[in-house]
């Protein structure tokens, strides 16, 4: 079979010729690139990246193949995959096929072939871009004006994209031998988790953790939410620009007080401006599973798995009422925060990692004290839970 071939186009009229190894098309979104070394069906699946051609910096993509059992939504999100080399043969007792199958089966376009290290420089240098990838529309000036035309991700709600209309239970917790065990919690709590685009893997910590889930959309009223009497309100990861989302802050001012919150990565955007503080936009954003955070209350530092393109302002942050908790070591943004005088605290990273390492995953036990006791983690909790889940899944079991 003859090569096929694909192209990718940066607004600043930069353009990558390579070969085709997914589905055929032409797609527009935000040119961005994740470190992950490996994880590439739960980055397709994960729906923050709505919008956005991602672009692996590790150079061997898809040598496990792709299981079912790793996705983290009903399919990928994502405008396209760009990489360096894909695997030809894969490997893994638990996978059914290839990337290049999932790809095409899913309608994802793949470029391959191309310097993936100097897209990144360029996007790292000069910011994230708006971009075209297609196999179909291969006029370089053609494609060029095709990525500026796309109006891009500020201003623009991209959760309605991905979020439900209608509320759904959910119980499943950890069911993959390879997956973290579970912490043995007795079911307690009644969560209900208002999905901006969440990742399976949050609900599966939740059930783990000890919590009776129910998803929600983040059109829901503040009496509808109250109707359910819940004992803790989780706002979920999302794609794109939070401002926009003024339904899920209009939501999230009306429950402030009223519930215990915890929110993440957009969830804790969404709090940040519904307690009136403001969000930027990064310069190329922070995606992979290496990100170092240092936990301000106990000075400890966390590898984490992040996947954002915009930021919570500090100072307007501190004016609202609330108190940063922890920072990003390479950068110094802000990672998450708590309130001083409500039960309410996110963060910017993903503590059920999906990928990335599990060294936060402390923040859902965190969750369960803020509900019992009515008040947002002390820095003596967070110590506590951190030092739970150093010792191991039985010293970790409520």
């Keep these: 079979m003859a090569e096929r071939i694909c192209k990718l186009a940066l607004e600043d009229g930069t ?16 040119v961005c690139f994740n470190t992950s070394m490996m994880g590439y069906q739960e ?7 709505t919008g956005q051609i991602v672009t692996m910096t590790y150079p061997l993509i898809g040598n496990y193949g792709v299981t079912e059992e790793d996705v983290e939504s009903a399919g990928p999100r994502v405008e396209g995959f760009v990489v360096k080399e894909p695997a030809v043969r894969w490997s893994n007792c638990r996978a059914t096929a290839s990337l290049e199958d999932y790809l095409r089966r899913h309608g994802v376009v793949g470029l391959a072939g191309v310097d993936t290290r100097a897209i990144t420089r360029t ?25 500026r035309a796309w109006p891009g991700l500020v201003g623009e709600d991209m959760v309605r994209r991905v979020a439900p209309r209608e509320a759904a239970p ?53 009496r509808q939410v109250l109707e359910l009497r819940p004992d803790g309100l989780f706002v979920s990861n999302g794609p794109g ?63 984490t798995s992040q996947n954002h393109g915009f930021a919570v302002d500090v100072e307007s942050l501190v004016r609202a009422g609330a108190t940063p908790t922890h920072e990003n070591l390479n ?14 605290f996110s963060v910017q990273y993903h503590p059920e990692a999906s990928p990335g390492p599990h060294d936060a995953t402390y923040l859902f036990d965190c969750f369960i004290d803020m509900m019992v006791s009515g ?22 079991a409520r």
């Excluded at 008040?375 to 970790?396: D, F, I, N, S, V």
């Design 15 to 30: 353009v990558y010729t390579g070969t085709a190894f997914g589905a055929d098309g032409t797609h527009v979104g935000e």
């Design 43 to 49: 980055i397709l699946t994960d729906p923050s990246y």
């Design 123 to 147: 996007l790292r240098t000069q910011g994230a871009m708006r971009g075209c990838i297609s196999t179909e529309l291969l006029d370089d000036a053609a494609l060029v004006e095709r990525a």
């Design 170 to 222: 959910w119980s499943a917790g950890f069911e993959s031998p390879f997956a973290m065990p579970p912490r043995g919690a007795q079911r307690r709590f009644r969560v209900l988790a208002v999905d901006c685009g969440v990742k399976r893997n949050i609900l599966r910590n939740l059930v783990e953790a000890g919590c009776e889930v129910t998803v929600i959309p983040p059109t829901f009223s503040a």
């Design 241 to 303: 620009d939070p401002e926009p989302v003024h339904y899920a802050i209009g939501l999230l001012r009306d429950l402030i007080g009223r519930v215990p919150i915890f929110g993440i990565c957009l969830g804790h955007q969404l709090l940040a401006l519904a307690l009136g503080a403001r969000t930027y936009k990064l310069k190329f954003g922070h995606r992979g599973a290496n990100q170092p955070v240092m936990n301000l209350a106990t000075r400890r530092v966390e590898i």
């Design 331 to 344: 950068d110094r943004t802000l990672e998450g925060f708590m309130h001083a005088g409500e039960p309410v």
């Design 375 to 396: 008040k947002a983690p002390t820095a003596e909790q967070m110590a506590a839970a951190q030092a739970r889940l150093e010792a191991g899944p039985t010293a970790a």
